[in-house]
Each structure stands twice: as C-alpha cells, then as structure tokens.
C-alpha cells in the first residue's frame, strides 16, 4: 500500500472525518472508497487494449474531378428548377 498526503479544505476535511466517526471508519478508509466510487464512477476515456475502436477507411482521395463535379451539381439546379414550377 502506497501512503500518500493531500490537502483538503477545513469544511470538506470536517465533514469528512464526521462521516467517517459516525461509520466508525478512519478517514483513510473514507477516502479510499470515495476513490474507488469516484473511478468506477469516471473510467479511464482512454482504449483499453483489444478495445473495440471504429475503423479508418480511407476513400483513397476524390474521384470525381472537381470540374465536373461541378457541372453535375449546376445540371442538377437547372433541373430542379425546372420541375418546381
């Protein structure tokens, strides 16, 4: 076991040691089982290994070249504009 010292503010460090007095549990205790809830509560956010990730696919760039890209999308305005009235 690892010992450690830490601050706490007065009013937390009181109320703190009256939890633990009136649970006849040390305040070492205490702290402990908050850690523990604390992180159950909040795992870790990084992947654990053989997690499951979502995959990469790389589209391999555009295939379409961008000029004519952009006369299917003027032929597609004319044509809606067409059928809308």
Same mark, same amino acid.
């Given at each position: ?24 549990? $040390? ?16 795992? $870790? $956010? ?34 809606? $504009?067409?059928?809308?009235?």
């Amino acid at each position: 076991m690892t010992r450690t010292q830490i601050q706490l503010p007065d009013e937390l460090y009181q109320r703190a040691k009256t939890f633990a007095a009136q649970r006849e549990l $040390s305040l070492a205790e205490v702290t402990r089982r908050g850690l523990e809830l604390f992180l159950a509560r909040f795992p $870790s $956010s990084e992947p654990q290994p053989g997690a499951w990730r979502l995959p990469c696919v790389d589209g391999g760039g555009i295939k379409v070249p961008l000029h004519t890209l952009r006369g299917i999308v003027a032929d597609d305005e004319t044509n809606r $504009s067409l059928t809308d009235r």
